[in-house]
């Protein structure tokens, strides 16, 4: 029974075990930042160097290769180092078809809804690199390739990785000091992981809402799933043909529909704002630990990048 009770720590011991996972975040994010950025410096500077190369599939496979490593590798061993052990947030909770169903279609539309509010910004600052500029279009060989590796890579990896990460690794392991302050604490570092504050904006707000489901399951497979399904939708959007756009169009609607049915219902609790969500100690603990300031400076760093290419 001694085992279970609770630790008193110092400031110093959470800072520290902060940094021993935040090294791996300012990893991923510095290795993100020079893939996303990187190859269009390349590309706008120095178009030679990649004449022999698809820069697009390149940067994919890259992708691929960074968040296994740098995801899956680098905060398995954070995990080890910490002695955080995430074999329950693995296991696959019982949850019903129509349960799922209605979680999926209120995380499409969280992330739509502040994704159309972030393009807002988007139009006035006009922050935007996007090198997958091949989506949809099936006319060649290369460009069927490319689809599938961009299909692997955000419907598939990316969620994988991006789960294990933010909900496994950080939302279990700042909810040990408050598992309110970890729902809202890993949203804000998933942000920070993003190119850009335009994807920061929703990105926040879909993490918020995947780390509730994760603390309501005690598991990340749900959130995994709905990430999933999330990226497969915005994929089946990104190829559909504009003569078919009423597709689309049904099928974001009927999202809404459903998500808002949801919550009006009562069926879905945000009930994350509780005691502790927002204590200033933790808060002022966690980012003022070097590794979250190197994370900061290097999200600042990709908002300026995202402006130059």
């Not at 003022?288 to 402006?307: A, D």
């Amino acid at each position: 029974m001694a085992d279970h009770k609770p630790q008193v720590i110092t400031t110093r011991q959470a800072k520290k075990q902060v940094n021993t996972f935040g090294i791996s975040l300012v990893i991923y994010i510095l290795l993100n930042h020079m893939l996303w950025y990187g190859f269009g410096f390349l590309q706008r500077y120095s178009p030679a160097l990649l004449q022999s190369f698809d820069s697009e599939l390149v940067i994919m496979v890259f992708f691929i290769a960074v968040l296994l490593i740098s995801g899956l590798g680098f905060f398995s061993l954070s995990s080890k180092a910490l002695k955080l052990d995430i074999r329950d947030y693995l296991q696959k909770p019982k949850i019903s078809f129509t349960r799922m169903a209605v979680l999926a279609a209120t995380g499409i539309a969280v992330t739509y809804f502040f994704t159309a509010i972030s393009s807002f910004f988007r139009f006035l600052i006009h922050p935007s690199y996007d090198p997958f500029t091949f989506v949809g279009n099936f006319s060649s060989v290369i460009n069927i390739i490319k689809n599938a590796v961009y299909f692997l890579l955000f419907v598939i990896v990316r969620p994988w990785c991006d789960e294990y990460v933010f909900r496994g690794v950080i939302q279990r392991q700042l909810g040990h000091y408050n598992r309110y302050f970890g729902v809202i604490a890993s949203a804000f570092l998933y942000s920070l992981a993003q190119p850009g504050l335009t994807d920061a904006i929703p990105a926040f707000f879909t993490g918020w809402f995947l780390a509730i489901v994760t603390y309501r399951y005690h598991s990340i497979i749900p959130a995994r799933r709905i990430r999933m399904i999330i990226a497969l939708f915005s994929w089946f959007i990104a190829v559909m043909p504009e003569r078919m756009i009423i597709i689309p169009t049904v099928l974001i609607a009927l999202v809404y529909l459903v998500a808002g049915y949801s919550l009006i219902g009562r069926k879905i609790n945000f009930h994350a704002s509780r005691s502790g969500a927002l204590n200033p100690k933790l808060w002022r603990t966690l980012l003022t630990s070097f590794t979250i300031i190197l994370s900061m400076i290097l999200f600042i760093g990709g908002c300026v990048l995202s402006f130059m290419i």
